[in-house]
């Protein structure tokens, strides 16, 4: 945020691309990111934020 800040920078979206659909420990960590990301967003003054959906790795 500082780097941002100091260079006139604008933060216009953060993401977070991790398998939310996952039932292992990476699939809990990335809902726990996102979660995080929900709550960071407003102190960068984003109002995006995108994530990927998920992939349900048993119905292929």
Do not use: H, W
């Not at 800040?5 to 933060?11: F, L, V």
């Not at 977070?16 to 996952?22: D, E, M, P």
């Not at 420990?25 to 960068?44: D, H, V, W, Y």
């Amino acid at each position: 945020m500082e780097a941002a800040e100091e260079t006139g920078t604008d933060i216009t979206a953060l993401s977070v691309y991790g398998n939310t659909l996952g039932e292992d420990e990476a699939g809990q960590e990335t809902r726990g990111s996102i979660q995080k990301l929900l709550e960071a967003a407003p102190r960068f003054g984003c109002r995006l934020v995108s994530v990927f959906a998920g992939r349900d790795q048993d119905s292929f």
